[in-house]
């Protein structure tokens, strides 16, 4: 009995020491920023030792923000709590965490673009020995009204310990220019599976980045995103623009909590690549709506498999909903590309001249001889 409970105890000390080492979900530690410098650590707004923010280690030109900081004529806000940090010239802030390693991770966070014109983040983590374990993110198209736009990054963690790191590498002739950051969190990624009724992995976006509460304007996942290493599992975000990942608890979502927003025009596409049996048909079909954020007129979304395609108008007045749409096609090879984009630029009727578009969710591609016993069944 002693025994059973001394063996208990400690396959409990060694879960619960696992559980609570490695980090799932949510803000990193002081990942708002919210506790600073002590005053003797600044100068100014500059940060002037490496070590004065708790949790992080500073290189370069960092300042420490308060929200509502004057610069020139502009006041700097902050969309979570009072405070974030400003990354001048070359300036990087870094953490070491503690993750399961061989999984695959989203970084989210929040930036915003101050007074240079091409800004841009470089977020890695190490040890890495992939050549992409650090992702550049472009700054310079502004998505949100009020300039702050959260950004996921997804990656492989190649150690139980790893250091994530955000550099701007830019150089400005005012050191102070750079982007804002704040609110950095981080989200285990589940493998992405194929359901019993559906060819494509994660259909219905329910898996993906890591969504702050506190901000409203949904999460861009940026461009040139590969297959492996997408924070939204099974996607491809090809060509040139982002796509947003919007939420129930802040934006209209056909099904379920999560869905995609096109808000790149044509110069994005949602892309997953299936494995299809040459000669045999199938059935792509979707829902398309919107995201119940002042996105109004005739969106128009495209699909694409195959040799087919299919346009889709959707009349939106901005305050959400949905219809569905199916595109039949025959497979001409062994490895289908299923794409997405809308095809227009739209922006929202409340003037602050925020990119939007339809919204897309609950992808499912079957082949027709399924689809046939389905409706037989039914
Ligand atoms: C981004 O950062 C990583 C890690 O420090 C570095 O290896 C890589 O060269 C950087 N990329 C660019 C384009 O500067
Ligand atoms: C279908 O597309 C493939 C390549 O994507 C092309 O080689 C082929 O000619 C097309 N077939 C038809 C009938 O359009």
Same mark, same amino acid.
């Not at 890495?128 to 374990?133: A, C, L, R, T, V």
């Not at 924070?231 to 996607?235: I, Q, R, V």
């Given at each position: 009995m002693y025994r059973v409970a001394v063996l208990l105890a400690l396959l409990c000390a060694i879960c619960h020491s696992s559980t609570a080492s490695t980090f799932t979900n949510g803000l990193l530690p002081n990942g708002d920023f919210e506790y600073g410098p002590k005053p003797s650590e600044m100068k100014g707004t500059l940060v002037t030792s490496k070590t004065a923010i708790p949790k992080w280690e500073i290189t370069g030109y960092v300042e420490y923000i308060k929200s509502g900081h004057k610069q020139g004529d502009m006041l700097l806000i902050v969309p979570a709590g009072a405070f974030a940090v400003r990354l001048g010239n070359e300036a990087s802030i870094k953490q070491k965490i503690k993750v399961a390693k061989g999984q695959f991770y989203s970084l989210t966070f929040s930036a915003a673009r101050t007074c240079a014109q091409e800004e841009r983040l470089n977020v890695s983590v190490s040890p =890495?020995?992939? %050549? =992409?374990?650090w992702g550049m993110l472009p700054m310079q198209t502004m998505y949100s009204s009020n300039g702050w736009d959260s950004y996921a990054w997804g990656f492989l963690a190649e150690a139980s310990e790893i250091e994530i790191s955000v550099h701007n590498p830019g150089v400005e002739e005012d050191p102070a220019c750079g982007p804002l950051i704040d609110s950095i969190a981080l989200k285990l990624l589940s493998p992405p599976k194929r359901g019993n009724d559906n060819l494509l992995k994660n259909g219905n976006f329910e898996e993906g980045p890591y969504v702050l509460p506190k901000t409203s304007s949904g999460v861009l996942i940026p461009p040139k995103i590969e297959d492996d290493h997408s %924070?939204? %599992?099974?996607?491809m975000i090809e060509s040139l623009k982002a796509v947003k990942y919007v939420d129930s608890d802040h934006f209209a979502v056909p099904v379920g909590k999560r869905a995609v927003e096109l808000v790149g025009g044509k110069e994005s596409a949602l892309t997953q690549v299936v494995r299809t049996i040459i000669g045999k048909t199938y059935v792509l079909s979707f829902a398309v709506g919107d995201a119940k954020n002042a996105c109004e007129g005739s969106l128009g979304l495209e699909a694409f498999a195959g040799n087919s395609t299919v346009k889709v108008a959707y009349k939106s007045t901005g305050k959400g909903g949905f219809t569905r749409a199916k595109l039949r096609f025959k497979a001409t090879q062994a490895r289908t590309r299923v794409m997405f984009f809308s095809t227009f630029y739209t922006m929202t009727s409340d003037h602050s001249g925020s990119l939007c578009g339809p919204v897309i969710d609950d992808v499912r591609l079957i082949s027709e001889r399924l689809t046939k016993v389905v409706n037989a069944i039914n």
């Open positions: =890495n020995s992939e %050549p =992409n374990d %924070p939204l %599992p099974g996607w």
